[in-house]
């Protein structure tokens, strides 16, 4: 059976850092390309960032390039993703997701990240 | 990059059908999609991907209600004979080089 659970969300300050990590199992990891997807309170979802399978490649919303970094370790089956310059609007349920010929075909139970002072 | 649009919310009483539909932006009107459910206060589910051509894939464990239908732009999730737990936000996915994207969700209510 498919598993993503993610971790570490937390409270943090504005300008603050986290990191999330999404432990997987039940598949083969290196495989399949992976996604971190946001909800706000209220709002739809968001999609955040994602890597290839071998980790080479890695997109970014533009809300989040250039302080959000994924990366995976496929000898671990964990991804993660490195929050820096974190904003009020950064507070939301992060969704470890698996994508499957393109789309996601798997959902983690979130974890969430609330910035503020 | 695709726009996908769907309406904020519908709804349809117990044991009826309902069809929710998630429109491709021009010049994206042979994307495939995925549909996900999303019940409040809970992780996404994904229930299918659906092509151009109508012709769609359900994941593991989702009930016959659910089906796929294609036209031109449009991509439908159609929920046959309605039940309570069926009332929950639904999302459209799509993809392109380097990103993707999520329609703004359709909350449906069963009366």
């Known amino acids: 059976e498919v598993q993503v659970v993610e971790s570490g969300g937390d409270l943090v300050q504005p300008g603050g850092s986290l990191r999330l990590s999404c432990a997987a199992s039940?598949?083969?990891?290196?495989?399949?390309?992976m996604h971190w997807v946001r909800q706000a309170p209220g709002k739809g979802l968001e999609w955040v960032s994602g890597?290839?399978?071998?980790?080479?490649?890695?997109y970014y919303a533009d809300s989040v390039k250039g302080r959000f970094t994924i990366s995976r370790d496929n000898s671990k089956n964990t991804l993660y993703l490195q929050m820096n310059s974190l904003r009020a609007e950064d507070t939301a349920v992060y969704y470890c997701?698996?994508?499957?010929?393109?789309?996601?075909?798997?959902w983690g139970q979130g974890t969430l990240v609330t910035v503020s002072s | 990059q695709p726009v996908l649009t769907q309406s904020s919310s519908a709804s349809a009483s117990l044991g009826s059908s309902v069809k929710l539909t998630c429109t491709l932006s021009s010049g994206h009107s042979s994307y495939i999609i995925a549909w996900h459910q999303q019940h409040p206060g809970k992780a996404p589910r994904y229930l299918m991907k659906?092509?151009?051509?109508?012709?769609?894939n359900k994941g593991s464990g989702v009930p016959d209600r659910f089906s796929g239908s294609s036209s031109g732009p449009d991509r439908c999730l159609t929920i046959s004979n309605l039940q309570s737990e069926d009332e929950a936000a639904y999302y459209c996915e799509t993809w392109a080089t380097n990103t993707r994207v999520f329609g703004g969700g359709t909350k449906l209510t069963v009366l």
């Open positions: 659906l092509e151009g051509s109508g012709s769609y």
């Open positions: 997701a698996k994508g499957g010929g393109g789309y996601v075909d798997s």
């Open positions: 039940g598949f083969t990891f290196s495989n399949y390309g």
């Open positions: 890597i290839g399978g071998s980790g080479d490649d890695t």
